[in-house]
């Protein structure tokens, strides 16, 4: 033992992250750079980072549940569909960060965001196909969704490992 203490996993530290994290995803939902069939989200960098950093049911809670309240919030009709896509990919990202890793730490990371961002291009595409009711629709908005996707798993491992975030967040936050 280094003489650091752990604190227990939902510790008001802990809680406080989940919910900042949340409120990010909330604002990052609110609003959207105009595309041909809706909006480009930028909330999945987000979700992706903090499914890296934090432990599956508190990565649910900032993906599925701050999509679905950002949704709520500003455009109701797909609020069930972010709140399952968006829970799945991170659930999915957090469990690979932690079970996953290879020779180096962010490879389970990496696996991790590829396998969530498929899981929102075809969650979301199904979702809108059901919920417009047109097929249309969601292949309109499919190129949208792919570049919405990798670039969050992009952001997301660049900034945990390339950017220190995850270093610094078990210096300061995991391990206080």
Known sequence: MSGQKSLPRYSPRWITTTAVFMAMNIAMSSFGIPVPGG???????????????LDPLSAF????????????????TPMFVSLVVHGLQAVVISLCTRRLRGTREWHGAAVGVSIGAVLMIVG?????????????????????????????????????????LKALFEKHVANQ
């Open 61 to 76: 809670a900032v993906g599925g549940i701050g999509a679905f309240l950002g949704d709520l919030f500003f455009y109701p």
């Open 39 to 53: 909006h480009f989200y930028l909330n999945d960098v987000v979700i992706c980072v903090a499914a890296i950093l």
């Open 124 to 164: 979301y595409t199904l979702g809108r196909a059901f919920i417009y009711a047109t097929p249309e629709y969601a292949v309109l908005k499919l190129p949208y969704q792919i570049l919405q996707a990798v670039l969050g798993a992009l952001a997301g491992v660049l900034l945990c490992y390339r950017g220190r």
